[in-house]
């Protein structure tokens, strides 16, 4: 005889069955997860294991209830759905549960993630698990940890990244902000040896002990890296745009009407920014601070993207809009398909209307899907899905474009690479305050460093930010030694303090001059008339020639704290962009990365920001 069942326990059974498989589920992934990851997750190389192990148990856990209980359901499972369940179990058996260099650990877990929400919308149950936070916790643990590290060991040297090569020898910059050891060691050394020196460390050949390569591999050890977690190589997020159903799409070359940098940035970009349009499912781009519109004229050309190129100068987009035309006319002469470093003809029609412009100063505030209907009418009762892009973002329209895509759920995705940073806005930078107000608003003006809530009060400092800007491995490259303008203008700043030192100087009126001068001796009387000091004549007859008895002495000391200083400019920019980073995780996005986009000799400014809703 049957057992009696109570129908109250019937209808218990099915209101709260939701609940019984998380718990069943729990209990199952925490045993998985115990076995797969603490025995085995230190040794899988990411230092993930254990979090990894108990997120994949718990999705075993889920698709092994549903599979033991599929002939149980009121509607039994269709064979797709058996299939996807199955495909699941299958993928977190087998996958590694020791050290294996021949798999890829995140892509598999990736993949994994990608299969399982799948079942879990053919089941229609909610693909959330109590583990989905792990991992990204995890990765703002080790972000936040590497910017402590990196600002602990940059704050105490913020004054020598905020001097004024300009008062070197006035303000003593050589005795006063080099570290003590450091200086010691260069004040006994050759210059030409040092310079060869800095060149061999430069490179990641630290032969020696010295002070110098100490100090340069202290300063490389705070930079960014690709590391594959939150720092990515472009061949990288191609990898993960694939995991997220996207397809990666050839390159294109522009061979006229942009210069040779420009020409490579666009060919890099617009392919990586097609392709991410096809994971995140955006239906228009907008670029934000297009300028000439490079880019977006190749993603509506060769990639067919309805892309709007922004920008807040009206004379810069009517020369756009003319230079577009142009480059549509002669698209087939002058574009190229790039394939496995061949070049193809580009076949078909293009599509003119497809790239369109607009003139609007962004700010906090603006409303990009407002000015994509309003400047694609057709469109306009469409559910349009933007992708924020921007090549070179300055100052601050990087931070407004991520706070932009943060704050708008139709903007599923932004790809952006920032540029000048000197002209990010600080607290410490209310002097400009009447400037900033007037661009960004009274509300704006100090949003652009930092902004994520961990940095809340920290600041880098103008002349800082503008060392930032400065490329090492470009220096480095063609072994460029600073320019003798720095040694002129900094020996005719000691001239102007001693004889006219209330005297304003316009930076603007030396610009240049130093090329056209021998030595310092036409420098200074070139600038003496440019600026009208009157000093040139009047100065005692041994007053220069004691300058020049000791200028080899003092071109020594600038080029190595030229040198020195440099070192700062990518550990300065690593903080910059590690806090952008850090504010899109804040702000609960999973999928941000930073990505080394370029050679950084070809275009300094060569990480982007990548993040998708």
Known sequence: MAEDIDFNDVLDDIFLSENKQCEQSYQEGYKAGTEAGNAEGYHLGYHRGAELGRELGYYLGIVSYHLENKDKQASPYSEKIIKQLEKVQELINTFPRTNSEEHDILALAENIRAQYRKACALLKIPSTNPYGKITMSSTIHRLQNQLDKTITFLTPHLPLANCHMVEFFTDNHWDKLLPQKLREYLDNCDLNQTVEQFWRCAGGNYTDNSELSKWMQQTRGHCLTVNSEYCLSAAELQECIKRWGG?????????EFMNTKKSYEVQTMSALVASLSTACGATHCAEAGGGRGHLLVALSLAYHLPSLTI???????????????????????????????TEERISGGID????RFATSFITNDTDLLHIVREKFPEHSHDDIKLLLTGLHTCGNLGPTSLRLFSRSPQTSAVFTVPCCYHLLSEEVDEQMFDVFQRDYGENQWREGFPMAQRLKGYNLGRNARMLAAQSIDRVVHHKQPPDKSLLYRALLQVIIKKYLPNLPVTEGKLKGIATKCQDFNDYFKMADSLLKLDLYDSLPGTYLTDIHKSIDDQWKKIVLFYFVRLCLAQVIESVILLDRLLFLFENGFEKCYLVKLFDPVLSPRCHSIVAVR
């Open 247 to 255: 397809q990666v799409e050839t390159e294109v070359r522009i061979s």
């Open 311 to 341: 920008d807040c100068d009206e004379k810069t987009i009517a020369q756009a809009q003319k230079k577009v035309k142009i480059i549509q006319k002669q698209w087939h002469a002058i574009a190229k398909r790039v394939r496995d470093g």
């Open 352 to 355: 003119a209307e497809l790239h």
